[in-house]
């Protein structure tokens, strides 16, 4: 059996009577108690990463089985079963992505070398600053900002819970941002995507929705490092990722600015998203509330035809052969948004 989702700490915090035995000295720990007498009475409290009523929701024959008696709860089938066959124990967790993301876990998962990608992400991941679901962890609380601007006084965004995850108070910033962080003024919650197909799903009162690969690597003024950490973002290229917007305020992004070096001399250029495919790679904006929500594009108004289709909007960037860029359900109207387009402006295409 996998032990890898238990956590002692957690399961000593829901179990009063074994942090007893184990003060008592009568256990050595919370985990001796699971494994011989917690699980064959049901107990399920041994994570934030693993939710009961989660897991039988959303595995409908193992709650049969629960019933008729052949396990004695979700978690039993999970340690047994579960975990290796790639279910999804918990919000906090998306097995199917984080192996899309990180193609060496994948590849360490396909070898027999680890059981899962959570056992992953719980010994190692987490502390490398991997997502463990499209919510992008480092975004909320790892990545650093210049206060004032311009200063190299960097400050990380949301330290706090950073330290209460570090203090086990949370499972992880995640955890945070389900509980009280999508509730606050904390600038909101990015999302992103893989370098294949995803499906993005935002919530919160504010949030960031990119399709396209997120990674972490140097903060950049320009192209001086300021000694920081960023995320930077792939370009979509084949790409066909749906987005789905929250009832908050949603920010679809679909393009970006880079600094790029010719020496002597630093220049600008606009980065569309799914350029490359003509209408094969674009990004299906969902659940978009006009007034509301706001979209982000590459370079300027002129450089976009704003064609509908259907329920939809379609975006393309113009030229000799029209790209499909993204397309936005239920609007059919340029007019119906144009107050809520945002354009990096002014620079060339690279």
Known sequence: MNFSVFNESFYLAH???????????????????????????????VSPFY???????????????VASGNFHSGLQHFI?????????ASLLFDEQFYLRKNPDVAAAVTSGNLSSGLTHYLQFGQSENRSGTSFNEFAYSGITREIPPNSYNLEKVNPDVEAAVQAGLFGSTLEHYIKFGQFEDRGGGTFNGTTGNDTVVAFGQIDTLYGVDAYIGPELRGTTPTGGQALHLGFGVNEADVLFGGNGED???????????????I???????????????????????????????????????????????????????????????????VNEIQYKLQFTRGEPFL
Not at 21 to 43: D, P, T, Y
Not at 301 to 314: E, K
């Open 267 to 333: 220049h600008s250029y606009s980065v569309p998203f799914y350029r490359g495919n003509g209408d094969a790679d674009y990004a299906w904006i969902r659940n978009y509330e006009i007034g509301k929500d706001e979209i982000v594009l590459a370079g300027g108004s002129w450089n976009y035809d704003f064609v509908q289709s259907g329920d939809s909007l379609n975006i393309f960037l113009n030229g000799e052969n029209p790209d499909l860029i993204a397309k936005v359900e239920g609007v059919i109207s």
């Open 51 to 65: 939710d009961e009523q989660f897991y039988l929701r959303k595995n409908s024959d193992v709650a049969t089985a």
């Open 15 to 45: 179990n009063p009577d074994v942090q007893a035995a184990v003060n008592a000295r009568i256990l050595s720990s919370g985990l001796e108690h699971f494994q011989k007498f917690g699980l064959a009475e049901g107990r399920v409290s």
């Open 80 to 88: 047994l079963a579960g975990e290796t066959e790639g279910r999804r």
């Open 251 to 265: 920010t679809f992004v679909l393009g970006q600015t880079l600094a790029t070096v010719f020496y002597p001399d």
